[in-house]
């Protein structure tokens, strides 16, 4: 098994920089270079030994310390995952046990869980069968399962609509979008090849002229040429939401109709997604566009599909894949495994859109309007959720909500 992150650089990555280093921190960093030695000598009880304290060093902090220097005032769940594995490569069943259920109490419903990689860690191999185990597994598989919980929802239903809904979409006329086309030369971008070709071309585009960083923050100003601006000025990167909202801009500068779509899940916990979606004329359908992994998604003949088709897809276990350059940052090559079964699926249970697809589409300007349209299943439109804004309007007509930009 390999580390699921590096422990103290997981959770040291938000510690503000000071002047002198405080000697806890001294401590923790010793601790974790030794953590790694031992990591790759496979000297599991001494690496033990290091882990607990660091443990020990870490809760003896002050809890405005850990407040005001990590996400909370615990370790995250992957060190007590992996001091779970390392225990049972020990030869410790008793203290991993231990470790496995409060890391069972520790990621449900705070930290999104990887089923898979539980299922097949062969570190675990010598507590599997215990009862201790086998119970912590059935709850972890009843919250993780996120596969399943997307198989489990329910239908969507046409014409119960509580309101007009019409979305909207940004004429490339439009004299920002003038600008966006002609500064960055998107004509050249799209290249002279077919409708998809173009499509893909500025996809990969997008991808490439700023990078991912899911914990930045967002901009004031939030459009691509201001974006991209910042982010050469500050050596920094977008989150997805921007980034699928700068596509979408370029989509629509190019005359694509195309909207910036917020994937989410049925019970938040880590995090949502944010991609694009732009339509095809040639294949008379919405495409399923996500520039912060540069990937698209196909059908089994490799003909691109639309985020409805992908969510059936996924629920009826019909054949996926992806493109196989769809990577992040160009550092993690994605797979259809991780991609589509594991995190998309926990994030295709709510859909959303804002109404009006535009220049500036979030940047807070005086007498623009922002109304955000939410697609889910009849039976939880008036269900309590941590991830649909009660403000927002809900509908669960999905063929309202992916009809054609050109229908009346």
């Not at 979409?169 to 966006?180: E, R």
């Not at 694509?256 to 944010?274: N, W």
């Not at 804004?389 to 509908?395: E, K, P, T, V």
């Amino acid at each position: 098994m390999k580390k699921i992150l590096l422990l103290t650089l997981a959770v040291m990555a938000f510690i503000s920089a000071s002047a002198q280093t405080p000697e806890w921190r001294q401590q923790l960093d010793r601790l974790d270079e030794e953590a790694d030695q031992l990591y790759e000598k496979e000297e599991w009880k001494k690496l033990v030994a290091n882990q607990e304290k660091y443990h020990k060093v870490f809760m003896s902090l002050p809890d405005s310390v850990k407040k005001e220097h990590f996400w909370d005032t615990d370790l995250s769940g992957n060190f007590y995952y992996n001091l779970a594995c390392w225990r049972s490569l020990a030869g410790d069943k008793r203290g991993a046990l231990k470790t496995f259920e409060y890391y069972t109490n520790r990621v449900i419903d705070s930290e999104e869980i990887r089923l898979s990689n539980i299922n097949k860690d062969s570190d675990l191999d010598p507590i599997r069968n215990e009862p201790q185990f086998k119970a912590c597994m059935e709850r972890l598989t009843k919250w993780g399962d996120y596969k399943q919980k997307l198989k489990d929802a329910g239908q969507y239903y046409s014409g119960l609509v509580p309101g007009e809904v019409k979305f909207r979409y940004a004429s490339p006329n439009d004299p920002d979008l003038v600008k966006i086309r002609e500064q960055f030369k998107l004509d050249s971008v799209a290249g002279a090849g077919d409708e998809i070709s173009k499509i893909k071309n500025l996809l990969h585009w997008v991808h490439e002229v700023v990078p991912h960083d899911g914990n930045s923050y967002n901009p004031e100003v939030k459009n691509t040429i201001a974006m991209i601006e910042l982010c050469k000025k500050e050596n920094r990167g977008v989150n997805c939401r921007m980034m699928a909202q700068m596509l979408t801009e370029v989509y629509l500068a190019m005359g694509f109709k195309a909207r910036f779509v917020t994937c989410l899940p049925k019970d938040y916990v880590s995090d949502c997604h944010v991609i694009t979606t732009v339509y095809s004329n040639t294949l008379d359908k919405w495409l399923w566009v996500d520039p912060t992994f540069d990937a698209y998604v196909m059908d089994e003949n490799g003909t691109m599909l639309s985020i409805a088709e992908v969510r059936e897809r996924l629920r009826n276990d019909e054949p996926l894949q992806i493109n196989d350059y769809a990577n992040w940052n160009h550092k993690s090559k994605q797979t259809k495994e991780y991609y589509l079964d594991h995190y998309m699926a926990k994030n295709l249970y709510y859909i959303e859109c804002m109404e009006q697809a535009r220049f500036n589409h979030e940047t807070v300007i005086e007498g623009q309007t922002y109304r955000y349209i939410a697609l889910m299943p009849y039976d939880m439109i008036n269900a309590k959720t941590n991830s649909i804004n009660w403000h927002h309007l809900r509908i669960c007509d999905d063929k309202l909500f992916w009809q054609s930009p050109y229908e009346e």
